[in-house]
């Protein structure tokens, strides 16, 4: 897609973990990976550029458990708790 002066590109990468791969070694495992991509154009040659890639399925398909640091926790447990009660109230 073009808009402008920006270029957005998305797709799909498979493969195969057959290496080290930031410390985790080779799993043998088949993953993919879904991308998007936002260059900038000016004068025909790209500027600027923005991408992203599904880190975390990444690292769930290769079996790593996301755990969340201390900072985050209380927030994760704060919603949890919440819910809890949302639930509750409910029922």
Same mark, same amino acid.
């Given at each position: 897609?073009? +808009? /402008?002066?920006? %270029? %957005?590109? =998305?797709?799909?990468?498979?493969?195969?973990h057959?290496? /080290?791969? $930031?410390?985790? +070694? !080779?799993? #043998?495992? $088949?993953? +993919?990976? =879904?991308?998007?991509?936002?260059?900038? %154009?000016?004068?025909g040659k790209?500027?600027?550029?923005?991408? $992203? #890639?599904?880190?975390?399925?990444?690292?769930? $398909?290769?079996? %790593?458990?996301?755990?969340?640091? !201390?900072?985050?926790? !209380?927030?994760?447990?704060?919603?949890?708790?919440?819910?809890?009660?949302?639930?509750? /109230?409910?029922?």
């Amino acid at each position: 897609m073009v +808009s /402008e002066d920006k %270029v %957005v590109t =998305c797709g799909k990468f498979t493969a195969t973990h057959v290496g /080290e791969f $930031q410390g985790l +070694s !080779p799993t #043998g495992k $088949q993953i +993919s990976l =879904c991308i998007m991509h936002i260059d900038r %154009v000016e004068n025909g040659k790209i500027v600027e550029h923005w991408g $992203q #890639g599904d880190a975390f399925g990444l690292m769930q $398909q290769l079996g %790593v458990v996301f755990l969340p640091g !201390p900072k985050l926790l !209380p927030y994760i447990l704060k919603g949890a708790v919440s819910n809890l009660f949302k639930q509750a /109230e409910r029922s």
